[in-house]
């Protein structure tokens, strides 16, 4: 119940920063209710490799979403990650419900409830994990549609590191993102 609380507060902290601001769809003759459903949705993600003698660590995080103005948007994002260490293999995965507010071209914040489920070391038992990532991104066009991701985040969820499959309460992204213009 806490948890769902402090979810629905986030979501509701996103909406009212929001809506603090004049929409850039009132300033320009572009607006996000003249574009089709396919000028609203946007594909992008991240991923990530490491390894070493005995340690292997492939992750792919997809992302869907779908632009309500110009400047918020929202969406879900998956997680799947496969570690090996030594003669262990173990498969991660989660989903989590995202909200993004460009506050300028190139800078934005976000927030994003995250479920992970994750198998346990030494034990053979798989448990889940949820986070509450809240923080600060930077944008890089590479061409007109596609742009270059890099955001730190910090867990609101963290507690003291136990059971948790992150080392430490901030976290932070790199991706690539298409269709967000």
């Known amino acids: 119940m806490k948890r769902s609380t402090l979810f629905l507060i986030g979501f509701i902290l996103v909406f009212v920063a929001q809506a603090q601001y004049k929409p850039q769809s009132q300033r320009s003759t572009n607006t996000s209710s003249s574009k089709g459903l396919k000028d609203r949705i946007y594909f992008g993600g991240g991923g990530g490799f490491s390894g070493g003698t005995n340690y292997v660590n492939v992750s792919v995080s997809p992302l869907i979403g779908y632009k309500i103005t110009n400047r918020f948007s ?18 991660y995965y989660g989903l989590g419900p995202f909200a ?3 506050i300028t071209e190139k800078f934005f914040t976000y927030t994003e409830y995250e479920y992970l489920n994750f198998e346990i070391p030494n034990f053979n038992e798989r448990d889940s994990y949820h986070s509450w990532f809240v923080g600060l991104g930077y944008s890089e066009p590479i ?25 430490s309460p901030l976290v932070f992204r790199v991706g690539i993102v298409g269709g967000l213009f």
């Open 100 to 102: 993004r507010y460009n």
């Open 143 to 167: 061409t007109r549609n596609i742009a270059f991701n890099v955001s730190a985040l910090y867990n609101l969820l963290y507690s003291d590191g136990t059971n948790s499959p992150y080392a």
């Open 74 to 91: 929202t969406g879900l994002r998956f997680t799947y990650q496969f570690v090996k260490i030594n003669d262990l293999k173990f498969n």
